[in-house]
């Protein structure tokens, strides 16, 4: 079985300065990683995913993540950040190749707070 | 292409009414999923579909609950008697062999 945890709930950070919102996951078996935004009252939106090759993905709105097979983790960065980032963060994992079942762990989010 | 589209996107509901929430998955893709998200359980599977067949069901918390898939353009998940804790944001999201899951702008549900 897989689980991730985000173990920052909530992240304040001053416009144009840098953020790190930090994913850890457990796994048996190899997994592909994502995080997805959530802007206020929409769904989910990818912004990046490491499925393999480089362990530096990067995505969408300069937001870039490292996987690291070593410390399991697949920490999200973004080196200067504006106001429209403000919203929830969430990272997910599935098993690699597993017959086909898709199947996402989410962790419990990270509310990102720009303040201006 | 439109997205996935999910309607109703608000549906006010007194308790014990019976409540279906419906979804339009994104042409071609073969996996539909049904979350449920509140603040207290995050984001949790309800249920998936392959080809339109229920795959799993493991998350669907109870009887109450049941999900169809009667062709590839479309799926209802069905809450019969509706209770107040079942007031939350329910997304649909579809997908296809790449991984990626492509998520609807939800619906807000509130049993009074």
């Known amino acids: 079985a897989q689980s991730v945890t985000q173990l920052d709930s909530q992240v304040p950070v001053f416009e144009e300065a840098p953020v790190e919102l930090r994913c850890n996951y457990s796994?048996?078996?190899?997994?592909?990683l994502f995080w997805y935004v959530q802007y206020p009252n929409q769904g989910l939106q990818l912004l990046l995913k490491?499925?393999?090759?480089?362990?530096l993905v990067k995505g969408i709105n300069g937001f870039e993540a490292e996987f690291n097979k070593s410390q399991t983790s697949f920490h999200l960065r973004k080196p200067s950040v504006h106001i429209s980032d403000t919203a929830e963060y969430f990272c997910?994992?599935?098993?690699?190749?597993?017959?086909?079942?898709?199947?996402?762990?989410f962790g419990t989010g990270t509310r990102l707070k720009v303040l201006a | 292409d439109a997205g996935v589209i999910q309607s109703p996107r608000h549906e006010v509901t007194e308790m014990g009414q019976e409540v279906t929430l419906r979804c339009k998955p994104i042409?071609?893709?073969?996996?539909l999923f049904w979350y449920r998200q509140t603040m207290m359980r995050g984001l949790e599977l309800l249920i998936y579909?392959?080809?339109?067949?229920?795959?799993?069901d493991s998350g669907m918390p109870e009887d109450r609950f049941s999900a169809k898939m009667p062709n590839a353009s479309f799926s209802t998940l069905k809450i019969q008697p509706s209770e107040p804790r079942d007031s939350a944001v329910y997304f649909c999201?579809?997908?296809?062999?790449?991984?990626?899951?492509?998520f609807g702008p939800g619906t807000r549900l509130t049993v009074l």
């Open positions: 796994s048996s078996v190899s997994v592909y």
């Open positions: 490491y499925l393999s090759g480089s362990t």
């Open positions: 999201a579809s997908s296809t062999r790449t991984v990626e899951q492509f």
């Open positions: 579909f392959n080809n339109n067949v229920p795959i799993d």
């Open positions: 997910a994992v599935t098993p690699r190749g597993a017959s086909g079942t898709y199947k996402y762990i």
């Open positions: 042409s071609g893709h073969d996996y």
